[in-house]
């Protein structure tokens, strides 16, 4: 489900939670949301494209043509990837968008350009494609959490905690110095 279609239907009551980007205005102000990690945002390349070597920095993609997911479907990717192009000195050439992330991994993979998008999009992805991590401070986006105020019932609540715990439990286990000393015991 798209983001806003996603913050229309968390208003409405047709779902309880969702799974999304961090909210735009008016949904910031009608819904609340919780960040639950940061995920790294990574060009991505057709196979075989000179800069797909490794990491960069997005000033090397200042000549580049970009295909971007829709600001429609993504607006706060869609301003996330123009506000880092703009720090790192150039506005996007924008040849295409596509509604979905699949349609823009297309769109690379036919070599019509390249795109930024959020590296858990890899998984499933392409063998055709290459996903270069970018070195630029704050390139990343929120997944965040995000629900009705108006709608927060004990199950609500329940799931809420249980998705908390979950987060909490698994930085832990990526951070060693943050784990129990029984861990380590084992």
């Not at 999304?20 to 009608?30: I, K, N």
């Not at 997911?69 to 869609?78: K, Q």
């Not at 699949?102 to 769109?107: I, K, N, W």
């Not at 995000?146 to 715990?165: I, M, N, Q, T």
């Amino acid at each position: 489900m798209l983001p806003g279609s996603q913050s229309d239907a968390l208003i409405e009551g047709v779902l309880d939670v969702g799974f999304t980007r961090p909210l735009e205005t008016p949904f910031d102000q009608l819904l609340r949301s919780e960040v639950l990690y940061q995920d790294p945002l990574v060009a991505v390349f057709p196979k075989g494209h000179p800069l797909a070597r490794g990491r960069l920095n997005l000033k090397s993609l200042a000549r580049e043509r970009f295909v971007l997911v829709a600001r429609e479907s993504a607006p706060t990717l869609f301003g996330k990837i123009l506000a880092l192009c703009s720090r790192a000195g150039f506005s996007p050439q924008i040849v295409a968008t596509g509604i979905v992330w699949a349609s823009v991994a297309l769109l690379v993979e036919a070599g019509e350009g390249i795109a930024i998008l959020p590296s858990n999009l890899r998984d499933g992805a392409s063998k055709n494609l290459a996903f270069c991590p970018l070195t630029n401070h704050d390139a990343a986006i929120g997944l965040v959490m995000a629900w009705s105020p108006r709608r927060e019932g004990p199950v609500l609540k329940a799931f809420l905690k249980l998705v908390r715990d979950y987060r909490n439990s698994q930085s832990r286990a990526a951070d060693p110095a943050r784990r129990d000393v029984r861990t380590n015991d084992r």
